[in-house]
């Protein structure tokens, strides 16, 4: 399809293990936001790259969390020694940046991702 | 972070009667985002706004950017079945967005 993807999209892991999460964007789409919802709550900024930039690393919550961009499209979002706070659904945003009017989000369906 | 204060937080409305909600920030942004969110699903964008005080409309939906800049609220008239979702505000900030808590909306028919 023509939208944003993400896999898997459920995972159970065992507190401690290590995760990797995908998220592969809409084609041509620069910019690529990751965000944490937890239940029954809003969206929580994590990261953002922007083409060749440094990524906006400042909503990851620990350092447990990193993520990167390979060759400007799929993003990996890497939990490592996972916690029961951090299950979650990790949505993955794109957008096309090119003026104001060019920087709406689509978003991906998420990953549910349960810490036992 | 930037808080965004969302409400209602909940809402159970009668089919055809019309819903309204509305978010509040202590900062300025650029811009404010409407979206609904269906269960199992990414958010999916409603309604942009782009300066101070415009009020756009897509639909049965209206949604303003405060004159302020630090609110913004969304009108969704002669509700339907289909309008249940939650539904997020959002701020921009330079490249970054920052969400309301959602308000919940149940449509009775």
């Known amino acids: 399809g023509a939208g944003v993807s993400q896999s898997p999209s459920n995972k159970v892991t065992e507190k401690g293990k290590d995760v990797e999460l995908r998220c592969d964007p809409i084609?041509?789409?620069?910019?690529l936001y990751w965000y944490r919802q937890s239940l029954g709550q809003g969206l929580e900024f994590l990261i953002y790259?922007?083409?060749?930039?440094?990524?906006?690393k400042s909503g990851l919550p620990s350092d447990r969390f990193s993520a990167e961009r390979t060759g400007g499209s799929v993003s990996t979002l890497t939990i490592q020694r996972t916690q029961q706070e951090d299950s979650a659904v990790y949505l993955c945003?794109?957008?096309?940046?090119?003026?104001?009017?060019?920087?709406?989000?689509?978003f991906g369906p998420g990953t549910r991702l349960t810490v036992l | 972070g930037q808080q965004l204060n969302q409400s209602p937080q909940s809402m159970f409305i009668q089919e055809g009667e019309d819903v309204s909600m509305n978010c509040t920030s202590s900062?300025?942004?650029?811009?404010w985002l409407w979206y609904k969110q269906d269960p199992g699903e990414g958010p999916v964008l409603l309604i942009a706004l782009y300066k101070a005080g415009e009020l756009t409309s897509n639909g049965r939906l209206t949604a303003q950017f405060g004159i302020t800049r630090k609110d913004s609220f969304l009108n969704i008239s002669a509700s339907i079945p289909s309008d249940v979702g939650i539904y997020f505000c959002?701020?921009?900030?330079?490249?970054?967005?920052?969400f309301g808590t959602g308000t919940s909306l149940t449509v009775i028919p």
């Open positions: 959002a701020g921009q900030l330079r490249n970054q967005f920052y």
């Open positions: 084609s041509g789409h620069t910019a």
């Open positions: 900062s300025i942004f650029n811009t």
């Open positions: 790259f922007q083409g060749n930039s440094a990524p906006d």
């Open positions: 945003a794109s957008s096309l940046v090119g003026g104001l009017r060019y920087n709406e989000q689509f």
